[in-house]
Every structure is written in C-alpha cells, then in structure tokens.
Nanobody, 124 residues
Framework: EVQLVESGGGLVQPGGSLRLSCAVS????????MTWVRQAPGKGLEWVST????????YFPESLKGRFHISRDNAKNTLYLQMNSLKPEDTAVYYC?????????????????WGQGTQVTVSL
C-alpha cells in the first residue's frame, strides 16, 4: 500500500521558518519524482515545488524561488520542504504527491499518489 505521510506543519509568525517532511512507503522511492502542492483557504491547488528522482534538479514557481527549498533523502524515503521568510499568504494545507516517473510535472493532475496534508498557518 502506497503511503505518504506529511509532518512538520504548524503555526509560525511572519518571517519564520518551517521544515515539512513527507515519509513515503509502499513504492520504490527513488523511481519517483516528488512534488509539494498546497491549497490555501477557499482557493485551488497550487504547485509549490518538484524534485527529480535523484534530487539533481528542483523546480519552483518564480514567486517562491529563494524562500522555499525542496530536497529528498532516498536512503530514508523522505521528502522535505524547507520554508523560510514565511508570509501570511503561505498559509495553506501542504500536500506531498508522488509520480511514477523520474522527472516531475507542474501539473497536479499528473500525480496519482497524495498524502493527507499538513496545515501551515502564518500569523501573528
């Protein structure tokens, strides 16, 4: 059974940092590209970041470059998202998603495996 379990969310003040983790089981982690997706209250799904199977390439929308960093530890079957300089507009549920392809996609529809999500709230 494929499982993706996110952790590390919480309440943080503007300007603060959080590190999200996603523990994966049920498939060969290093065969898969991985992506973080978020959904803010009342809004649609938004692509946050993608990392290729070996971590050699990472992708972000321009709006998040320099603040968010994605990484993976294939030995631990774990995906990470380091979020710095957080803003209230980063408030969302963050999902870890997986695709059976070494190279990722910016389209959330290309990812068949999803975690349950972890809430990130940026507020005073």
């Amino acid at each position: 059974e494929v499982q993706l379990v996110e952790s590390g969310g919480g309440l943080v003040q503007p300007g603060g940092s959080l590190r999200l983790s996603c523990a994966v089981s049920g498939f060969t982690f290093d065969d898969y590209s991985m992506t973080w997706v978020r959904q803010a209250p009342g809004k649609g799904l938004e692509w946050v970041s993608t990392i290729t199977w070996n971590g050699a390439n990472t992708y972000f929308p321009e709006s998040l470059k320099g603040r968010f960093h994605i990484s993976r530890d294939n030995a631990k079957n774990t995906l990470y998202l380091q979020m710095n300089s957080l803003k209230p507009e980063d408030t969302a549920v963050y999902y870890c998603v997986a695709r059976d392809h070494p190279y990722g996609s910016k389209s959330v529809a290309d990812y068949p495996y999803w975690g349950q999500g972890t809430q990130v709230t940026v507020s005073l």
